[in-house]
């Protein structure tokens, strides 16, 4: 089995990665070859793996090198993010319009050659819903919800889901489309997207820092664990056309939390002196955008598929501490 | 008032042209100019008029230049039809995705050099609806019925309405996307599309020639007449951006009928030897097509705009009547 991952050097990427690599199988074949594409080098644990090749570069420049490759899966992740292209409008055109379009191309020239059409999982984004004056956002957005993104972000995703029922319907590629929740708890530092706030006010207190909560803790977002996401991902990949039910994109499976049921969670796994950390300051920019996202989620698809949320937003928390444990110890220094 | 009709020399560019033409203004603004760009050049009425300039040959190439020229209106109508863009993936590509993202840039960089946005409307089409095993076609496609393409060419509508949406949400364009009906009775010779019936049942025994129905008289489908389409398009463009409510595509108004329908309407009209001369011969490839696309639509958005369809299929008749009395009466020999 050789598969592509694009994006493979992200926090999602690389995690898909690693779960591969543990498994060494996917869709019940040996995984012989592991490729990793990404702007960034991927980390340093891939890429001691001998399964695995790293490219580093724009996916963009290294599409017409694959219609010579021979790839029986690909998992394509690589995107600029929301704000990126929110302040760079060609930017993501670019890398998440074009590069899709361009891998597609790639993989529908082997096709020409006589190959059989690649799988191909696709993530998209709940950022494709949004209320429209005419499209008010429904309470809970399920897989059939009329998306109307409201960021280029959202547009360019809804656009390549799109591209992908089409090029799957002519026999191009063997396409699915699968959204993904918002990943949380994301490691590292704050990034500088609306949505970082989900991670941060985790994963800051349990270093021992302090963490500002931008918006209402009566703000519901639909959230998932980065193991449950990975594990989504493999699951549309390795179900049949018939059980992934149709070209439309499905949603993965969502928790769907308020932010005041993420802190009580934060107290009861952690006490109430980490919870302490968080301190409300409002920054309207943030709460603004965050309105304009969904407060729920729903995945009947998924669930057919045999994907479930997890039980609770601890056990999202657990899974970080965990994490942390094994590979970062220093980010728990906050918990006593 | 400067307007530009993409596909000017069409059959609903054309009519549309006249009709702005005849009106001498847009928007209560005088008509000074209309650029008409098509592959093929415009008929010759609309040559002849000093405030019509002509432009022949792909869009696409026609682009750059736009950026050069102060338009304060679009009408975007170019396209490669549906039976084409599933021969040639590649010319619907190319014809609808890449030309209508190159006219929006053109548009885009007039935004850069200081202008307003450029009033747009975008001819969509009732092909962005379609069955897919996960998301069954409703009984009636409303405006916000979920799309879910089952051809190349209602991919490409539906890419385009995003895109437009999203530019006119950046403020590179003033853009509204209109979703056409099919649009009967067209005058001329059978099209080789698979709708090309809904007209050739009423034109052909009118012209005293045989027609072929090529599926059964239950099929029911959308429709509109060509003076109501254009109509349509000049109110979606005329409209303030509250009144056209939102950025998402609106249906144009339908008369919903069968097949059943328009052949009694026939009779009515035309008289029972007129229409005995449609003659019932299944097509399954075609009769399978049809089974794909709506049934009919709604349009709560187009009627909160004044817009309403056609009473009955009778009237729609008597359009092509009257129309074809003035400008091609050989096309009524059929008629006694």
Redesign the interface.
């Given at each position: 089995m050789q598969v592509l991952i694009t994006g493979g050097a992200g926090f999602v990427g690389a995690r898909l990665a690693r779960t591969l690599l543990a498994l060494d199988a996917l869709a019940g074949r040996r995984l012989d070859r592991l490729v990793l594409t990404d702007q960034f080098p991927a980390p340093d644990d891939l890429r001691a793996d001998p399964r695995v090749e790293v490219r580093v570069g724009p996916l963009l420049d290294q599409c017409e090198a694959l219609q010579r490759e021979a790839f029986d899966g690909v998992f394509h992740l690589a995107s600029a993010v929301s704000g990126e292209c929110e302040l760079d409008?060609d930017l993501g055109m670019r890398s998440n319009l074009d590069s899709t379009r361009a891998l597609l191309e790639a993989l529908r020239a082997r096709v020409a050659q006589g190959a059989a059409p690649t799988r191909v999982v696709f993530s998209s984004s709940i950022a494709v819903f949004g209320p429209?004056?005419?499209?008010p956002l429904p309470v809970v957005c399920a897989?059939?919800?009329?998306p109307?993104?409201?960021t280029?972000y959202g547009?360019q995703k809804?656009?390549c889901e799109?591209?992908i029922?089409?090029y799957t319907?002519?026999g191009f590629v063997d396409g699915r489309a699968a959204r993904l929740m918002t990943v949380t708890v994301r490691p590292g530092r704050p990034n500088g997207a609306a949505s970082s706030f989900f991670s941060g006010i985790i994963r800051e207190p349990l270093a021992g820092e302090e963490a500002i909560l931008p918006v209402s803790t009566d703000v519901a977002h639909p959230v998932s664990s980065p193991q449950r996401t990975v594990e989504g991902l493999i699951a549309v990949f390795e179900a049949s056309r018939e059980a992934f039910?149709?070209?439309?994109a499905?949603n993965l499976p969502a928790l769907n939390v308020t932010v005041q049921q993420m802190l009580d969670a934060l107290e009861a796994v952690a006490g109430p002196k980490v919870r302490s950390r968080v301190r409300p300051q409002r920054d309207e920019r943030i709460a603004g955008i965050v309105a304009n996202w969904p407060r729920a989620t729903s995945g009947a698809?998924a669930a057919r598929l045999g994907l479930a949320p997890e039980r609770s937003f601890e056990d999202i928390i657990r899974q970080y501490i965990d994490d942390c444990r094994r590979t970062a110890p220093q980010a728990l220094r906050g918990l006593e």
């Open positions: 409008f429209d004056p005419a499209v897989d059939d919800t009329l109307a993104p409201q280029s547009t809804l656009i799109h591209l029922a089409d319907r002519k039910g149709g070209r439309t499905l698809r």
